[in-house]
């Protein structure tokens, strides 16, 4: 059964886990010398930052001979304000460990404390759509992959590299994108991204630069994305999909000359496109002189079927294939890939340097020494075990379910979070 989250964030906590100790080497205080009686106000500045909690209980306040020099005063003056704040019982000090700030209401809730609405809400199955099961993020080879990094990066490599993502790892995507999905890709058609999310902002973007763009995308397809999409200056145009996928007919008779797909595992259908349907799909592109914006959505995870390539190796000028590790590791890393054709990959790699100057590096090298070394295969190997058998039993636990006991009921917003429900 899954618990709720109860993370201690607390400063003492957290510099204890870090290993940084809880010595202040700094102090925002605000000292008027003109005013004179400097003890009594570094003693007033210090008892605000207490009662606010912007100093923490059991933090350790910087020695009085450090704290004078910082503030370029005398000794005496933080001496006399620490001992008036000790008998006043904002401070605690003891010959060894230094001045403390004092706990002075431990009933009260932490500033820094979880918020409970970004706990997760008590479910016993959590079956919602698009999480990946966040226990099984590979932390070890993380914290590995991390540590070689910050072992051999020289200290250039921590300024700010290419918005379009760091060489070594757009060289690690890119084979890896050839041997595992098949893509036909060099690095320099590589875009790092924070998530599939952006790079579909930032291609939409690019096509859009006169005026919103029709876009043509799935029916049914996934709700979410659509305020994303209409951001970014799409005007979405719904074609119908049936058991091969999207229907190219259909397609034609609309006026987009864009259109985004998920070919390797459709939401919410489950379809995979068929052979068919690609070899229309990128003839289709051909005649109207249209993109297909690739959404390679879950194609890391296959359990009934052999492995499809992507649709970008059909047609690589006329495709722009997405992915991210959303899925495989975790969402909250934020890091994906697009690959375009060049002059897009060129107009993408401009937008991120007007933006957000691209991804944080650290993340980046991390990723490419996963890869690289193996550990992210093996990583999805496991994943594919764990994730199928928890499927198979999910598929034979819902086939025995008795016709008259009940049906699945939807719990919170989320429909794929269920549990039994009594018939009315």
């Not at 698009?130 to 200290?155: C, E, I, N, Y």
């Not at 957000?356 to 890869?371: E, F, M, N, T």
Request: glycine share 8%.
């Amino acid at each position: 059964m899954q618990r709720s989250l109860r993370v201690d964030w607390s400063v003492k906590k957290v510099q204890s886990t870090a290993g940084i100790g809880s010595h202040l080497p700094d102090l925002h205080l605000r000292i008027d010398r003109a005013s004179g009686g400097l003890a009594d106000q570094v003693a007033a500045e210090l008892r605000t930052a207490i009662r606010s909690g912007r100093l923490a209980g059991g933090v350790r306040l910087p020695a009085s001979r450090e704290l004078a020099r910082d503030l370029g005063m005398s000794r005496g003056v933080v001496v006399e304000a620490y001992e008036q704040l000790v008998a006043e019982g904002f401070l605690v000090s003891r010959q060894g460990s230094g001045t403390r700030i004092a706990e002075l209401d431990p009933a009260a809730p932490a500033a820094d404390a979880v918020p409970a609405s970004m706990a997760p809400p008590d479910i016993a199955y959590d079956l919602r759509v698009g999480t990946p099961d966040l226990s099984a993020f590979p932390r070890r080879a993380w914290l590995a992959a991390v540590r070689q990094v910050m072992k051999v990066a020289p200290h250039a490599a921590l300024g700010y590299g290419d918005p379009g993502g760091v060489p070594e790892l757009r060289t690690e995507l890119a084979a890896y994108l050839r041997r595992v999905r098949a893509a036909e890709v060099a690095a320099e058609q590589l875009v790092v991204v924070n998530g599939v999310a952006q790079g579909l902002h930032l291609v939409i973007g690019a096509l859009a630069q006169a005026g919103p763009i029709p876009l043509a995308v799935e029916d049914p397809h996934s709700v979410s994305t659509f305020a994303l999409l209409d951001a970014a200056g799409a005007v979405r145009v719904p074609v119908p999909v049936d058991e091969e996928g999207i229907v190219v007919d259909a397609l034609r008779r609309t006026p987009a000359r864009a259109v985004m797909v998920t070919p390797a595992h459709q939401y919410p259908t489950g379809v995979v496109l068929s052979p068919r349907r690609r070899a229309e799909l990128v003839a289709w592109a051909v005649e109207v002189d249209g993109l297909v914006l690739e959404d390679d959505y879950d194609a890391e995870f296959r359990y009934d079927r052999d492995p499809v390539g992507c649709l970008q190796a059909l047609c690589p000028q006329r495709v722009v294939l997405l992915g991210s590790v959303s899925k495989s590791l975790a969402p909250g890393l934020r890091l994906g890939w697009l690959v375009a054709p060049p002059p897009l990959a060129q107009a993408a790699r401009r937008a991120r340097a007007t933006s957000d100057l691209g991804s944080p590096v650290i993340d980046q090298y991390a990723l490419a020494q996963l890869v690289g070394c193996g550990a992210y295969d093996r990583h999805l190997r496991q994943l594919r075990r764990r994730y199928r058998a928890r499927r198979d039993a999910l598929t034979e636990a819902l086939a025995r379910w008795p016709a008259g006991r009940g049906r699945p009921r939807r719990v919170g917003r989320d429909p794929a979070v269920r549990r039994a429900a009594p018939r009315p």
